[in-house]
């Protein structure tokens, strides 16, 4: 078939096998000409790395960058769809393919189990996959992003809010299908909405991740594990701070603790990781983001300070999970965000916040990069692909 994008609302509805692999070959490209990681760093690089949500954005990145920065054997899990005869796949599923096979190619084991991370099922499998093929993991990457969680021990399925707390919050964002620059109402949360939004977001299940890969002797002397995060600033604030995902994030930062106590016992470490702002399919879906993102990737691109997804991720390994060069907060977390909250860049960005309109978004923004790498998370757009071809959505895995 010849595979157009599809788009509705924050969503593409399908992907492009070639295109998805051209774009995890530019991530391992990027990867390899930075060198190897940790060389000279005490313990040296990760050898056994799972990734839970290893099929787009963040998590992807952590995993090529495992694999092809620190020559880790890899085992990634995820929830994704695989193709048919008559429907493509979805672009994780095609990342995921692409990811293994160019890991295989270079004699690195690279395993994938696509299936529900919080169930008790797919954690089982995750065990016996360790216990069969590859033994202990020195590293636990949690990058799991899901808008609704059932919870094993009770059944009971909790959908997540993005709500603020208190109060109703009126924010400007931009309608991504119309380009219209327009005020969003966000109402604010019962009661019920934060807990399930805890439920979902917070770090109940990297705990329970943790605790049975400890118990079942599959973590390494020395183990680290990191859960990735978004904080940002005052214009965001009123979704990430005094909020449903705030709330989340408190108990992220719970968890991360009690892991990090039983981590201890092994010589290990716990970290959150804050991240820089992202075009992804999760931030996609957050009203304020899209016009927040498209403003300041103008300016980081300016000022030449942006960074992308694997050139984050790449920084956090060499720099800072496994080299001396750390930013830690007053919370204990790893800081990659601070490009993007420096002074200088926040003040042009809120000067632009109040200015933007729908007439002027193009040229005061850089709508049309946020769009094009939108896109580019389905496989769309990537330089060097026939997007003419007729090409067979069936990949295998």
Not at 14 to 30: S, T, Y
Not at 33 to 46: L, V
Not at 96 to 112: D, F, T
Not at 235 to 240: A, E, G, K, Q
Request: glycine share 10%; with cysteine; proline share 4%.
């Amino acid at each position: 078939m010849i595979i157009k994008p599809k788009v509705r609302g924050f969503i593409c509805t399908n992907a492009h096998p070639a295109g998805c692999a051209a774009n995890v070959q530019q991530q391992i490209d990027h990867v390899k000409s930075q060198g190897p990681i940790a060389e000279g760093f005490k313990g040296g690089a990760p050898k056994n790395v799972l990734v839970l949500g290893s099929s787009t954005g963040y998590g992807l990145a952590s995993r090529i960058t495992a694999a092809f920065g620190c020559g880790a054997n890899t085992l990634g899990v995820f929830f994704e769809k695989p193709p048919t005869e008559k429907r493509t796949g979805s672009a994780g599923y095609y990342n995921s393919a692409a990811m293994q096979q160019a890991a295989r190619a270079e004699g690195l084991y690279a395993e994938s189990i696509n299936g529900d991370a919080f169930s008790d099922e797919i954690k089982a499998q995750v065990v016996e996959t360790l216990k069969r093929d590859m033994g202990p993991v020195d590293m636990v990457v949690y990058s799991l992003a899901s808008p609704r969680r059932t919870d094993p021990r009770t059944g009971v399925t909790y959908n997540s809010a993005l709500k603020p707390i208190g109060e109703a919050v009126t924010m400007r964002g931009i309608n991504t299908d119309t380009l219209v620059v327009e005020e969003v109402t966000a109402e604010p949360a019962t009661d019920e909405d934060i807990a399930n939004t805890v439920k979902v977001m917070g770090g109940e299940d990297w705990e329970w991740w943790m605790d049975l890969l400890m118990k079942e002797g599959l973590l390494a002397e020395g183990c680290k594990t990191t859960a990735y995060t978004y904080i940002g600033k005052e214009l965001t604030w009123p979704l990430y701070g005094k909020a449903t995902i705030g709330m989340a994030k408190q108990d992220l930062d719970r968890a991360a603790e009690q892991i990090g106590s039983k981590l201890e016992t092994i010589g290990g470490e716990c970290r959150i990781s804050v991240l820089k702002a992202m075009v992804t399919q999760a931030s996609s879906a957050i009203p304020i983001m899209p016009l927040y993102i498209s403003i300041l990737y103008r300016i980081m691109k300016d000022e030449g300070s942006h960074e992308g997804c694997i050139e984050q991720i790449h920084g956090l390994f060499d720099g800072q999970l496994y080299g001396e060069d750390r930013h830690i907060d007053e919370a204990g977390r790893l800081r990659m965000d601070g490009k993007e909250l420096r002074d200088e860049v926040q003040s042009q960005v809120k000067e632009l916040w109040g200015t933007v309109t729908t007439e002027n978004v193009m040229q005061l923004t850089d709508l049309k990069g946020y769009k094009e790498e939108f896109l580019k998370l389905f496989g769309f757009g990537i330089p060097g692909v026939d997007y003419d071809a007729d090409i067979n959505p069936e990949v295998d895995l």
